[in-house]
């Protein structure tokens, strides 16, 4: 088992904290202020302007909520690596600052999840979700969300610390994962939230949008524009979970195995690097979901009235053809 501070690479840590000092804040500011107008305006319009509130536009507001909770915190984290990664918040601001993240990285997934769920029901199975699915069952469903996105990621504030360097002229960290005594601990409930808390949701969206795809596409009284508008649906999705959820998840647990096993600084740095992106990436989400918002507020519902009648004329087809001669007197009376 891996002892504290059994590696410390003093002279690479330089260069990890260089990288980080010089990519991180540019990008962080620039994903500030997109992500805080973009999801206020977003907030501001689904308020405003959709006097019937669906299913989608509930999961979609407590989508923006989620994104503004803790893009107030990014400056937070400008301050600290413009700083050269020397906090000076305190371990408690340290903490709530971790667990706001992982909080809006998983309440990301799972109502992006629930968006792209609610949308299989509404145009695969049209005829349920027009009788059975309502907006106090969204109301539900978000609530024991929020429910799931605290609790799963309550570990963090026991985790996540600060940490006085001393190579680094008593610097003070703010880890976001664990200290090395404590990674044996929780590199499993790391791996065990990047299998559940991501892997799971995405095949559940991704399963939610192949069969989305087949029915409207095979659907002849869709318009084409209409295909356009869930195809670019379906790429904004895509590109969330390419770009931002899934590298993020997989490089976090790599760069904690790497800690772990104490690799070549050489290799150490290579790894870092890429996960530094990634980080740099994951907050991106906050400035793409205001895209979302926009294609759940516009096309779904005619789509799904649209596939609505055409299950209907197939059924009223299917019945002409099966009834027999004798039951005609019957409907009529």
């Not at 990621?153 to 680094?168: A, G, N, W, Y």
């Not at 997989?250 to 904690?256: Q, V």
Request: positive net charge.
């Amino acid at each position: 088992r891996i002892e504290k501070g059994m590696c410390n690479y003093n002279a690479s840590n330089v260069s990890f904290a260089s990288f980080q000092k010089d990519f991180l804040p540019p990008v962080f500011g620039i994903e500030f202020l997109l992500a805080l107008l973009g999801n206020s305006l977003a907030m501001w319009l689904l308020y405003t302007r959709e006097k019937t509130w669906h299913t989608g536009i509930i999961y979609a507001f407590n989508l923006a909520v989620n994104d503004l909770l803790y893009v107030l915190s990014l400056p937070l984290l400008m301050v600290y690596y413009l700083n050269n990664k020397d906090w000076i918040f305190g371990n408690v601001v340290c903490k709530l600052e971790r667990f706001l993240f992982t909080c809006n990285f998983y309440g990301s997934i799972f109502f992006v999840t629930c968006i792209s769920f609610n949308r299989y029901i509404g145009i695969v199975h049209p005829f349920f979700s027009h009788g059975k699915v309502h907006p106090k069952h969204a109301k539900m469903v978000s609530l024991a969300v929020w429910v799931l996105i605290f609790t799963s990621s309550t570990p963090v504030l026991f985790f996540s610390t600060t940490d006085v360097t001393k190579e680094q002229k008593n610097k003070t960290e703010c880890l976001g994962s664990s200290a090395n005594d404590m990674l044996y601990t929780y590199f499993p409930y790391s791996l065990s939230m990047a299998v559940l808390g991501c892997g799971l949701p995405f095949l559940i969206t991704l399963a939610s949008y192949v069969a989305i795809f087949w029915t409207v596409f095979k659907n002849e009284t869709i318009s084409m524009l209409e295909k356009k508008k869930i195809a670019y649906m379906i790429t904004i999705v895509v590109i969330l979970y390419a770009v931002s959820f899934l590298p993020y998840s997989i490089l976090r647990n790599i760069n904690l195995y790497r800690r772990m096993k104490c690799f070549l600084p050489e290799s150490s740095l290579d790894i870092h690097k890429a996960y530094q992106v990634t980080k740099g990436l994951v907050t991106l989400n906050m400035c793409i979901h205001p895209l979302l918002y926009a294609s759940v507020a516009t096309s779904i519902r005619s789509i799904c009235r649209r596939t609505e009648k055409s299950e209907a004329t197939v059924t009223e087809q299917i019945g002409i053809q099966t009834a027999r001669p004798g039951d005609a007197h019957l409907h009529l009376g």
